[in-house]
């Protein structure tokens, strides 16, 4: 078999020192049987020659036995955790972390999984409602009315999971269309941004906290035990992260008025706040919408602002 030198580097690059080692022989000939018979370490220390840059010329036996050591003597261990990393700050490699399993998953099988959720979850509701006035029976609207709505009704008899299930939940056709048209032009980019097991703990925080806040401000404030529905709160604080993410990104009001996302994040806020404690009449649970913003603001910072 031919020798096939392998060039470790034809022209120093600028800045570094040429390397006085240039070839490696890959050839079974450079490690014959003479080779290693005749080769003796303090002989050929004593034979050991010096280039004009100082560096030491190797004789071709001695290269032989390096590149055998480098190679195949390392790499017959197997062991990879205990190898020498130049790009590791502690001088020692370790593997990779491994990727968690669900930012692993393709992000549209969270996203129109939720949006699925939420599909599904309307058109219970809906067959609970048509039901009930067409045959008189309530016990599906009654399961649904125990188990997917918040309040405090439903936390003292200790339906703790509604301040979860509530989050997937949507009675209304306007509330659902509203919802899934903010959620489908806003959720992609938080994704690409969060990737998905943030976006989902981004996506449950929003929901919980704006039922808690539900609960706390029809409780204690308001004194009146009203039912919500979580999924605004949700849908809110995807909003507010993308607000903060890209402030300069442009909101187009009710679909039509553009306004900058910088303005219309304290907008909003102002706006729910305001209707929370004045507007008693209304059907919209604005304190849990004020919950869910507040959520989205406070993961930015968290996950962003303060990491910087």
Same mark, same amino acid.
């Given at each position: $078999?031919?020798?096939?030198?392998?060039?470790?580097?034809?022209?120093?690059?600028?800045?570094?020192?040429?390397?006085?080692?240039?070839?490696?022989?890959?050839?079974?000939?450079?490690?014959?049987?003479?080779?290693?018979?005749?080769?003796?370490?303090?002989?050929?220390?004593?034979?050991?020659?010096?280039?004009?840059?100082?560096?030491?010329?190797?004789?071709?036996?001695?290269?032989? +036995?390096?590149?055998?050591?480098?190679?195949?003597?390392?790499?017959?261990?197997?062991?990879?955790?205990?190898?020498?990393?130049?790009?590791?700050?502690?001088?020692?490699?370790?593997?990779?972390?491994?990727?968690?399993?669900?930012?692993?998953?393709?992000?549209?099988?969270?996203?129109?999984?939720?949006?699925?959720?939420?599909?599904?979850?309307?058109?219970?509701?809906?067959?609970?409602?048509?039901?009930?006035?067409? $045959?008189?029976?309530?016990?599906?609207? $009654?399961?649904?009315?125990?188990?997917?709505?918040?309040?405090?009704?439903?936390?003292?008899?200790?339906?703790?999971?509604?301040?979860?299930?509530?989050?997937?939940?949507?009675?209304?056709?306007? &509330?659902?269309?509203?919802?899934?048209?903010?959620?489908?032009?806003?959720?992609?980019? +938080?994704?690409?941004?969060?990737?998905?097991?943030?976006?989902?703990?981004?996506?449950?925080?929003?929901?919980?906290?704006?039922?808690?806040?539900?609960?706390?401000?029809?409780?204690?404030?308001? &004194?009146?035990?009203?039912?919500?529905?979580?999924?605004?709160?949700?849908?809110?604080?995807?909003?507010?992260?993308?607000?903060?993410?890209?402030?300069?990104?442009?909101?187009?009001?009710?679909?039509?008025?553009?306004?900058?996302?910088?303005?219309?994040?304290?907008?909003?806020?102002?706006?729910?706040?305001?209707?929370?404690?004045?507007?008693?009449?209304?059907?919209?649970?604005?304190?849990? &919408? +004020?919950?869910?913003?507040?959520?989205?603001?406070?993961?930015?910072?968290?996950?962003?602002?303060?990491?910087?």
């Amino acid at each position: $078999m031919a020798s096939i030198p392998l060039l470790l580097s034809k022209r120093p690059p600028i800045g570094h020192r040429q390397c006085a080692i240039r070839f490696f022989d890959l050839s079974v000939s450079s490690l014959s049987a003479k080779a290693s018979l005749n080769f003796r370490p303090a002989q050929a220390l004593h034979k050991l020659a010096l280039d004009s840059t100082g560096n030491v010329i190797l004789p071709k036996s001695l290269r032989g +036995v390096l590149q055998f050591v480098r190679t195949r003597a390392l790499n017959a261990t197997h062991r990879d955790g205990l190898r020498f990393n130049r790009g590791s700050s502690s001088g020692w490699g370790r593997p990779p972390p491994r990727r968690d399993w669900l930012d692993s998953l393709d992000s549209n099988v969270i996203f129109y999984g939720i949006i699925a959720i939420n599909v599904g979850v309307y058109l219970v509701w809906q067959s609970a409602i048509s039901s009930y006035r067409v $045959m008189g029976d309530p016990t599906l609207l $009654m399961f649904l009315r125990n188990n997917f709505l918040v309040d405090i009704r439903n936390i003292s008899a200790g339906r703790i999971w509604t301040l979860l299930t509530a989050c997937f939940s949507h009675k209304d056709t306007s &509330h659902a269309l509203f919802n899934g048209l903010t959620f489908y032009f806003m959720a992609p980019a +938080v994704m690409r941004l969060l990737g998905n097991k943030r976006f989902l703990m981004l996506y449950f925080l929003g929901g919980i906290s704006s039922s808690l806040a539900s609960v706390a401000w029809n409780t204690f404030v308001r &004194h009146e035990p009203v039912s919500s529905h979580g999924a605004s709160g949700a849908i809110m604080a995807t909003i507010a992260l993308y607000a903060c993410a890209f402030p300069n990104n442009t909101f187009l009001i009710f679909f039509v008025i553009p306004c900058p996302a910088w303005v219309f994040l304290p907008g909003i806020l102002i706006y729910d706040g305001w209707r929370s404690i004045s507007d008693k009449r209304t059907t919209t649970d604005s304190a849990g &919408h +004020v919950g869910g913003l507040l959520t989205g603001v406070g993961y930015y910072v968290w996950r962003f602002a303060l990491r910087r």
